[in-house]
């Protein structure tokens, strides 16, 4: 017997649930008549007035069985309203409960610090209880969020969904990346032998001019194909050639980091170089629905890199793809900023990357919520050889040194590339515990730029509001935080802290 379609979870007809977990009885933080007060006062009024059709509500106290009750009302709900605040363990176990069920789940706290490590990846935020101006800015925030998934209804939004959805995409990657005639046809792979035949910058303007996105779509599922295929069987060959030649993992002067891991990262470097400059044609063009398509391939190499690899393998062999993904977008970053493409900027900056970890979970977070980017393993995690790099090998890209009238610009554009992705993640992550890291002051000669950069943030309204919007704040807030951030960011000292994500160095191989 077949099943029959499932029930609608909504009418047009009828409001929507929003459920609220949160605490009932006295926290650290909050009494139980001050809890009921925030959901009587401030929850509730947003949720219900926010013109989406929603009646809020959360679990009462009352005879029966309440915990089935709960559950139902987890099944129910349209969106759940998680309010982590003092890590209350009912409220974590009806959030496992919700995430198993389905996602739309919104998190909330009164403190970044209750946002545990595992849901750090997902979206939060931090709302003020005590102020009118808190007030209002979290009844924003959460009409905001509720309009986001009436937008996204079935986006994965947790540890959950992102498991199943990891499984999912490791076991059809290979349909996926299978080529059709038809495709073969029109476009070919932009890494590999047969890319040293392609123009890559001038086809990459053909596409853009015309907003080819067949042909554009065709030739990137040929490179990722390629390099699924290629660049795997070249990881496990060059840790199988280390393993002959005793190149096992070794202490090594920190001074010799950079030298013994590039030769492993050239061996990857010249599949990236036509990607670069494809993806620098589109940028030029302000494609960026294009840059969004590519954004693909720059996925399956961070993912290539988080992959777990038989052991013995060394990190300069397997981060080598990641610090490549950092690269190309690091490249198309650099023009965007020079030639002051805010919208392009906005799409390499925060367009979210859906990759695949060690463990099969897929995460999806932008460039400036992936710190450990900018940290690649393919350099041992150290950020300031991440600079160095950056600084000197896209440069020998003839293709790079076309799209600026002289290094200096390409340096200039790095720099503001590096100060934006600091400031955005003050901007969104201003708790976090673990300093920003000031790459843009290792960039030659870029200071006198970078200071007319920041003068220029603080005289454009556009350009300040365009930074408002990467930033997940209203206008109002960003522009008063402004001269406190950047205050900050050019008073941060470089040192050994700020070279890797840990405080030992990662001196082995």
């Not at 704040?473 to 050019?490: G, H, M």
Request: hydrophobic content about 40%.
């Amino acid at each position: 017997m077949t099943q029959g379609p499932p029930e609608p979870e909504t009418s047009t007809a009828q409001s929507r649930l929003c459920f609220v977990i949160m605490p009932f009885s006295a926290t650290d933080s909050c009494t139980q008549q001050r809890w009921t007060w925030i959901f009587e006062t401030l929850l509730k009024p947003a949720v219900e007035n926010a013109g989406l059709n929603y009646v809020c509500r959360r679990s009462t106290a009352k005879r029966g069985n309440i915990i089935a009750a709960i559950m139902e009302s987890l099944r129910e709900a349209y969106v759940v309203l998680a309010d982590l605040t003092d890590q209350n363990p009912n409220v974590f176990y009806e959030l496992g409960v919700r995430h198993a069920m389905k996602n739309r789940t919104i998190l909330i706290a009164q403190n970044e610090k209750f946002i545990p490590f595992d849901l750090r990846p997902y979206a939060y935020h931090i709302y003020d209880w005590k102020t009118a101006k808190g007030k209002r800015k979290l009844a924003s925030k959460l009409r905001e969020l509720l309009a986001d998934a009436d937008q996204f209804p079935d986006r994965a939004d947790n540890p959950v969904s992102d498991f199943l959805k990891g499984r999912a995409a490791t076991q059809a990657s290979a349909q996926a990346l299978t080529i059709t005639p038809q495709e073969g046809a029109v476009a070919q792979a932009l890494a590999g032998p047969a890319s040293k035949e392609i123009d890559a910058l001038a086809l990459g303007r053909s596409i853009a001019s015309a907003e080819d996105k067949p042909r554009l779509r065709a030739l990137i599922r040929q490179t990722r194909a390629f390099c699924a295929e290629e660049w795997a069987r070249r990881i496990e060959a060059l840790n199988r050639q280390a393993v002959e030649e005793a190149r096992l993992p070794e202490r090594i002067p920190e001074n010799e980091i950079y030298q013994r891991c590039i030769p492993y990262v050239a061996e990857f470097a010249a599949d990236a170089v036509p990607v670069e400059a494809f993806g620098l044609a589109l940028v030029e063009a302000e494609y960026r629905d294009g840059l969004v398509e590519m954004l693909r391939v720059v996925e399956d190499w961070i993912s290539m890199s988080d992959k777990v690899w038989p052991s013995p393998s060394l990190k300069p062999i397997t981060g080598a793809p990641g610090l490549l993904a950092l690269r190309v977008l690091a490249t198309w970053g650099a023009k965007a900023a020079e030639d002051m493409s805010l919208n392009v900027l906005g799409t390499l900056l925060t367009n979210p990357l859906e990759t695949v970890e060690a463990t099969g979970q897929a995460a999806t977070l932008c460039l400036v919520d992936r710190r450990d980017m900018f940290h690649p393993g393919g350099l041992l995690d150290r950020a300031d050889l991440a600079v160095r790099y950056l600084q000197d090998e896209p440069w020998k890209n003839s293709e790079v040194a076309k799209m600026f009238a002289s290094r200096q610009d390409y340096l200039n554009g790095l720099s503001r590339l590096l100060f934006l992705a600091a400031l955005l993640r003050e901007a969104r992550h201003p708790d976090d515990s673990w300093p920003l890291y000031p790459g843009f002051k290792l960039v030659d000669g870029s200071s006198r730029s970078l200071h007319a950069f920041v003068g220029r943030i603080s005289t454009s309204p556009q350009l300040m509001d365009s930074l408002a919007k990467m930033a997940n704040e209203d206008v109002a807030t960003f522009r008063s935080n402004w001269p406190k951030r950047a205050r900050r960011l050019n008073q941060a000292e470089l040192g050994d802290r700020y070279f890797t994500l840990f405080h030992d160095f990662p001196e082995e191989i």
